[in-house]
């Protein structure tokens, strides 16, 4: 990179720095890479950072063998990293399909990326991806939660980037001389986000005036926000499954204390759903008798008494 630094990349490297600044010298970093232009920008810039603050850096391309030629997208994208300066590796999965296979692929490529245990795994997603994570939980009704898109920290899972927007990070590209695929499912409409990405969010930029993906983030940020405040609070209370107790509580606080318990239990939190939570919430506010609300996960919420538990579904023989 020669003259003047694009202020896509200072940016871009002050972000980085910002999510890692609680890891020490040598803390070890994995960047989930898949060759899009967004995952290239991320390790242009980590790698910038990572060689002033003396992290250990590798590159891994989760091959999800979903598409014909996935295999020399991935090789494509290690040379690249390689040309950067960082170690690469490829690790190539079997995608099951349990959840759909949007979420069967998330889940194997999570795996893939934790494999190594490192202290940090960085992922670039942009404000653009946030604003669609949005607009996905607000279709589907999921409540709060969902509107609340994607924390920039949630455990050893970092994204640097959801301030960006894609166009920063193909001129983050651009500034390095990457070359970056274009994964055709992002255009495929079979593919709700898809088409959230390529038909709604334009309609929405010319019906409001512009400035959506950026009103929408900054939304999920506060929603965030407050609903950290309310998870503490459900976190506190000291008799989660005592009825007295959940009926004293404020209806949000009580929601995400049961959430809570449910999951504590065994419950799939993939699939536990507001309408799983609101069922349990009967079992408190409006019980006549019933006895039993089945749970994803083989569990199954109970109330004998003034007391709620979770027990285990017997499998069908």
Do not use: K
């Not at 979903?66 to 994208?77: D, K």
């Not at 970092?158 to 992002?186: F, K, Y």
């Not at 930029?205 to 609903?227: I, N, P, S, W, Y």
């Amino acid at each position: 990179m020669g003259g003047a630094l694009d202020p896509a990349v200072a940016t871009g490297r002050n972000l980085v720095r910002a999510a890692l600044a609680d890891l020490g010298p040598g803390s070890r970093l994995v960047i989930g890479v898949s060759g899009g232009a967004d995952s290239l920008a991320l390790a242009a810039v980590t790698g910038f950072v990572a060689d002033r603050a003396s992290y250990e850096v590798t590159a891994v391309i989760v091959d999800h063998q979903l598409q014909p030629g996935s295999a020399a997208v991935a090789a494509v994208a290690a040379e690249q990293i390689h040309e950067l300066g960082m170690e690469a590796e490829i690790i190539a999965v079997d995608v099951g399909r349990h959840g759909g296979p949007e979420a069967a692929a998330r889940r194997a490529r999570h795996e893939a990326l934790r494999r190594s245990m490192p202290d940090a795994v960085l992922l670039g997603h942009t404000l653009d991806d946030q604003a669609e994570t949005v607009l996905l939980g607000l279709g589907r009704g999921s409540g709060p939660r969902s509107i609340a898109g994607m924390s920039p920290a949630d455990g050893i899972t970092r994204r640097p980037l959801l301030a960006l927007r894609r166009v920063d990070t193909e001129r983050i590209c651009r500034a390095h001389g990457l070359s970056w695929w274009n994964d055709p499912h992002n255009a495929d409409p079979a593919y709700r986000r898809s088409r959230i990405r390529t038909e709604l969010m334009p309609v929405l930029e010319d019906v409001l005036g512009g400035g959506v993906a950026e009103a929408l983030a900054r939304t999920a940020d506060q929603v965030r926000a407050d609903g950290a405040w309310l998870d503490e609070l459900a976190a506190a209370v000291e008799a989660p499954l005592d009825v007295p107790t959940l009926l004293a509580l404020p209806p949000a606080v009580r929601s995400r204390t049961l959430r809570r318990t449910a999951l504590q239990a065994g419950a799939d939190g993939s699939a536990l759903t507001s309408t799983h939570l609101a069922e349990i919430d009967r079992l408190v506010t409006s019980w006549h008798g019933q006895r039993r609300i089945e749970l994803p996960g083989g569990l199954a919420c109970v109330r004998l008494g003034d007391s709620l538990s979770y027990v285990r579904t017997p499998v069908a023989g």
